[in-house]
């Protein structure tokens, strides 16, 4: 399987995202699956797709899944008879989750990032260019009032988890960022795939210090 995702919900329960196998539930530290969450044609109850882009699990124990070209499913408890609500945005590759200070849900889109309604119901915002240099967000981090966005083709940028505008005086990263971490409103760690390879170390300007990894 092509795992895409993991997201830890205790230090009992891992959840595994893959590229058509849906979503494995995996006992710690034992490894065992305990169930295999998959699309059942019809069945309004189960995910929309086995194709898994990102997953996210948040304080009040809901696991949120982000599909290929098929928006937002979530639960809204962990129990065993999981039921699944669709959310908004529908139709769009959802490559990241995450939750806001005030509890609404951060959806990172090839199409832009989407604030959403702390349920997921309702779009209360759009991000995209260009306040972004590029609509496909790849990853994004939440520390404090701030969002690190990292795009695809136009760097990591940073934006205000209030209002959803960038941050006056930071100026993007222009290399694609995979995967974003923030340890602090000052400190973030940013994995590049730039030719050069490097992991940047970012201050609020995001003057980097860049690192070189070795093959």
Not at 114 to 136: D, E
């Amino acid at each position: 399987n092509v795992v895409t995702s993991l997201s830890r919900h205790n230090d009992s329960t891992l959840f595994v995202g893959t590229d058509g196998e849906g979503v494995y539930e995996i006992g710690l530290p034992s490894g065992k699956v305990r169930r295999q969450l998959v699309h059942h044609p019809g069945v309004v109850s189960s995910l929309r797709s086995n194709q898994i882009y990102s997953l996210f699990t948040d304080r009040e124990n809901r696991l949120w899944v982000g599909h290929y070209q098929r928006g937002v499913d979530h639960t809204e408890t962990m129990s065993p008879g999981i039921l699944l609500t669709v959310v908004n945005p529908d139709d769009k590759a959802v490559r990241t989750i995450n939750i806001l200070p005030d509890r609404n849900i951060l959806v990172g889109t090839r199409l832009g990032m989407y604030f959403l309604s702390p349920g997921g119901s309702n779009v209360l915002k759009k991000v995209s260019r260009p306040v972004l240099r590029s609509n496909m967000v790849i990853s994004a981090t939440v520390t404090g009032d701030t969002i690190y966005v990292g795009t695809y083709g136009g760097g990591l940028s940073m934006l205000s988890a209030t209002t959803g505008n960038l941050i006056e005086g930071s100026n993007p990263l222009p290399a694609d960022m995979n995967s974003v971490y923030a340890r602090s409103r000052l400190r973030a760690l940013c994995g590049s795939a730039h030719p050069t390879d490097f992991f940047a170390r970012c201050t609020d300007s995001f003057r980097a210090s860049h690192r070189k990894t070795r093959r």
